[in-house]
């Protein structure tokens, strides 16, 4: 059998590597923190002009019709480099549900303009009291054909800047329903927020906002299954990042002990730091073989539930075990925040917190395991 990837895919990886490479060193990185959009627009521009950001969306609508294992290979490039650009919430979170789930008119109306960069599209799944994203706080009423949205969302990421934001709400005791947001519409109001890794995110308060009834996304009755598709695609696309932060994290790392000494004696030559090195290195491979097993069952339409929740154990733990090695094996520079590698211990943090985290996501493979077992 043959695991290799495509030549498109291939080409997809390469050409992400080479744009974040010439767009994505440290200063810049930095500057793009600060600045009040929270993203280095260049970047951004330029993964556009490659129609990168329109790795999912149709060829008819100016795509490049591919999927998700394309979209993973592009964000692991992402993860490598660290570099703050909206690309899980634009081409995952809210440009795949949009092309999976949406009507014509949607599709015409948002995916060309997503595929060029033109317009951020994103996804608000997190509230502060509820846990389960299919199992919304936010509330929506209906007024004629419209409906009113009202409640809090969280950590959504480009929040600000969005042109569109798909907002899961109850319309019912059981019924949820997926809403495309407008944020500049009444009674909707933005507070930028900044969370671990610098990334620029946006908490929303709805106020009885308005949604027209051609921004509803599907049945407005029925829409738990756009919001699990939403969440498992997201899920593989954080352990997609983690996977491209822990091999630059490691790499990085295997290239500073390697050329700085002690006791006359590269560090990389003493047997606990090598020891060290190939545990993370082991790591990195658990978490990359967990990713790729779960994406494609999903692509695939297979149920994915313990895989899916296998990779996000490993992003979490794998991932955190890699960069606290790296941080470790640098020594005192690595906590220091003008030097490179204490940013990947950043990143590497806010995908076990999106993810999360190792315990929570234990406990809930568990349970998956023991039903599977029972019903076997």
Not at 113 to 126: H, P
Not at 172 to 186: A, M, R
Not at 336 to 342: C, E, K, L, N, S
Request: proline share 3%; net charge negative; hydrophobic share 45%.
């Amino acid at each position: 059998m043959d695991f290799s990837f495509t030549e498109e895919q291939e080409a997809v990886r390469d050409l992400g590597r080479e744009i974040f490479s010439d767009h994505a060193d440290h200063e810049r990185i930095r500057e793009s923190e600060a600045s009040v959009e929270g993203i280095d627009r260049d970047l951004w521009d330029a993964l556009g002009k490659a129609n990168l950001l329109g790795l999912a969306v149709s060829e008819a609508h100016g795509g490049a019709g591919m999927g998700l294992s394309e979209a993973a290979l592009l964000l692991t490039e992402q993860g490598r480099s660290v570099a703050q650009a909206p690309l899980l919430a634009h081409i995952v979170m809210a440009g795949m549900p949009i092309a999976e789930f949406g009507s014509d008119a949607q599709r015409k109306r948002y995916l060309p303009r997503a595929a060029t960069g033109e317009v951020i599209l994103t996804a608000a799944l997190n509230e502060y009291a509820a846990v389960d994203p299919a199992r919304p706080g936010v509330s929506a009423k209906a007024d004629g054909e419209d409906w009113l949205l009202l409640g809090e969302k969280i950590c959504v990421p480009a929040g600000h800047l969005a042109e569109r934001i798909l907002v899961p709400a109850r319309t019912g005791d059981d019924t949820i329903g997926v809403f495309l947001l407008d944020p500049t519409t009444e009674g909707v109001t933005i507070e930028r927020q900044e969370v671990t890794n610098h990334e620029a995110q946006a908490r929303l308060v709805l106020t009885d906002a308005r949604i027209d009834a051609n921004d509803v996304l599907g049945d407005p009755r029925d829409g738990e299954a756009i919001v699990r598709f939403i969440e498992g695609r997201t899920a593989m696309g954080l352990c997609a990042i983690q996977v491209g932060v822990a091999e630059e994290a490691l790499r990085r790392t295997a290239e500073y002990t390697g050329i700085r000494k002690q006791f006359g004696k590269a560090l990389g030559s003493f047997q606990a730091v090598s020891l060290r090195a190939a545990d993370a290195y082991i790591d990195i491979e658990a978490m990359r073989s967990t990713l790729w097993q779960a994406l494609w069952r999903l692509e695939e339409g297979l149920p994915a539930g313990i895989e899916v929740g296998a990779a996000k154990w490993w992003g979490c733990r794998g991932g955190q075990r890699v960069v606290h090695t790296a941080q470790h094996l640098h020594g005192g520079i690595g906590s220091d925040i003008d030097y490179p590698i204490h940013r990947f211990f950043l990143w590497a943090k806010q995908v076990d917190l999106s993810l999360g985290g190792a315990s929570a996501e234990l406990a809930k493979l568990g349970a998956l395991v023991a039903r599977a077992n029972a019903e076997a």
